[in-house]
């Protein structure tokens, strides 16, 4: 039953996918149809594009390569975002929730931190750090950095207090402690925020980009924009919609080979 | 010399808002190299507690433990402690929770493994090493942990109502195990239970206390069972259930007032 639902289901997502593309090519195609709502025939293709053109711009910024170095820089800065904004989160988060003096007095500035709109700090950086990429990553950094903190703090104030006092009891040291018992509960928490602080790594290479750069795919589409290119726009924003479900999958796969000890919904293997 | 011995115990718990609670007081407890000791007593009589203090993680509020003669300061390095709730690291293998004690004390990681791979076969878990916590019943996880604890060899072990989540077969046949380890080895343990027949089909003496708060020793028993026993065929000896009802009636009267006080 499951595999044959499963098939069902594929076939009417395709189909539904299909169904769209139909629509959206009907309704902007000039000749087809006469104007429903615009009073030109060619406004609709103005505002929203068409399916075919934009198929043909995505198909002709591979083919000719002029995407490829707009994408690297895109998920260049995407990686370096996450990488940083996780390395600085995780060790700020096990440093708080380890040291009560410090999360006393930082609390309340982290909260403000936090609840502040910090997409409105990308022309900031822009300044400090220029309109090339360390900008970017630095937007993403602010970005990724709270949702990986917040986990690990979370974390590691969640450690059993039995799995603590059997480790101090079988001998472990401060430091493995950390290590052994500390750092691996706030990877969990980590993990399982992963999915969030990948997309928002990438927000923060795109909006920086579309804020003011001369690279990447968020360039790309500011500058369509500009020249009022409907078609380049949508392109643009495929391509980006491909790479971060590309990102997410892969984020998933790393998920379950790095998880394997933490039980699945619905397994219930035991012997 | 004791290997374990408690004098005049008191443990007061303050709490944020400053009510004061004292778990166990006037304790005192000595527990010879080798010997089997079960504390018993109604739920809530402070029994974690005392095992909390001599496992050097409570520091007593008066009175001292020591082992072997040396006060004790901090950690107890010589005691293994099997905890009631899950104490096993879910990110760790079997294995890996077997060797991890080893591993704090930089132990070569093959030797360690080896060693860990005979430690789990001894408690019948050969060929689940690979396996995580969760994919194990209960009675496997109290199996990874009390080689966990063994694989160190300490001199004392503590064990605080270690099999109390499982069902009664398995129970007997973790009880089984744990005496047959023991004679191999003889250890001195301080096994915590509510349970008087676990207490006396294990144990060379049984301490009950009285109920809490302020719970103290009100009797000692000595079980003159002969061994090896069965702990499930040693329940119907005559002597057995003599001694059933003598420790019975000392603590009849404490298991009264803790429920009286549970349904305040």
């Not at chain 1, 059993?160 to 018992?181: D, E, I």
């Not at chain 2, 259930?241 to 009267?253: C, D, F, P, S, Y």
């Given at each position: ?271 | ?7 005049d115990v008191r443990v007061t718990f303050v709490s944020p808002d400053g009510a004061r609670y004292t778990a166990i007081r006037d304790t005192t407890l000595r527990v010879e ?232």
């Amino acid at each position: 039953m499951p595999a044959k639902g499963n098939r069902t289901l594929r076939i009417w997502q395709l189909g539904l996918f299909a169904g769209l593309m139909l629509a959206w090519y009907v309704l902007t195609s000039p000749t087809l149809l006469p104007p429903l709502y615009f009073d030109d025939p060619n406004k609709a293709a103005f505002f929203f594009g068409e399916p075919l053109k934009v198929m043909w711009r995505i198909w002709d910024w591979f083919s000719s390569g002029f995407i490829y170095p707009h994408l690297w820089v895109t998920l260049l800065e995407t990686a370096l975002a996450f990488v940083i904004g996780t390395v600085l989160g995780l060790v700020v988060g096990l440093w708080l929730a380890l040291s009560a003096t410090a999360s006393a007095l930082l609390d309340p500035y982290l909260k403000a931190v936090n609840a502040m709109p910090r997409v409105i700090l990308a022309p900031i950086f822009a300044m400090w750090f220029g309109l090339d990429m360390a900008s970017k990553v630095a937007l993403g950094v602010t970005l990724v950095f709270f949702i990986v903190f917040f986990n690990v703090y979370q974390g590691v104030r969640e450690v059993s207090v039995t799995v603590l006092a059997n480790a101090r009891m079988l001998g472990a040291s401060n430091r493995q402690l950390l290590r052994h018992v500390y750092v691996p509960s706030a990877m969990s928490w980590v993990f399982a925020s992963l999915h969030n602080s990948v997309g928002l790594a990438f927000v923060g290479a795109v909006v920086g980009e579309y804020l003011g750069s001369s690279r990447g795919v968020g360039y790309l589409i500011l500058q369509a924009e500009g020249t009022f290119d409907f078609n380049a726009v949508v392109a643009g924003i495929l391509v980006l919609t491909a790479f971060a479900l590309l990102l997410d999958g892969a984020v998933s796969l790393a998920e379950r080979r790095l998880l394997v000890w933490q039980p699945r919904s619905g397994e219930t293997e035991k012997i | 010399m004791p290997a374990l011995a408690l004098e005049d115990v008191r443990v007061t718990f303050v709490s944020p808002d400053g009510a004061r609670y004292t778990a166990i007081r006037d304790t005192t407890l000595r527990v010879e190299p080798g010997e089997f000791v079960s504390v018993v007593g109604p739920t809530g009589c402070g029994k974690s507690t005392l095992l909390n203090v001599a496992a050097g993680l409570l520091q007593p509020s008066a009175g001292a433990a020591s082992v072997f003669g040396e006060r004790l300061s901090g950690l107890n390095r010589k005691a293994g402690y099997l905890f009631q709730s899950e104490a096993l690291m879910p990110w760790r293998t079997a294995l890996q929770n077997v060797t991890v004690g080893l591993e704090f004390r930089d132990a070569d990681p093959r030797q360690a493994a080896a060693q860990a791979e005979e430690w789990l076969r001894r408690v019948g878990l050969g060929g689940f090493g690979g396996r995580y916590p969760h994919q194990l019943s209960g009675g496997m996880r109290k199996r990874v942990a009390l080689a966990q604890a063994l694989i160190l060899d300490p001199e004392i072990i503590l064990m605080d109502e270690p099999f109390a989540a499982l069902d009664i077969q398995t129970r007997h046949l973790m009880e089984n195990e744990l005496l047959e380890l023991w004679s191999a080895n003889r250890k001195s343990v301080v096994f915590i239970t509510h349970d008087l027949e676990e207490a006396i089909s294990l144990s060379d003496r049984v301490v009950v206390m009285s109920a809490g708060p302020e719970s103290h020793p009100i009797g000692e028993f000595a079980i003159d069972l002969p061994r090896p026993r069965d702990v499930a065929e040693i329940r119907l000896a005559p002597r057995f259930i003599e001694l059933h009802g003598l420790i019975w009636a000392a603590m009849k009267q404490e298991v009264l007032k803790s429920y009286a006080r549970q349904r305040q």
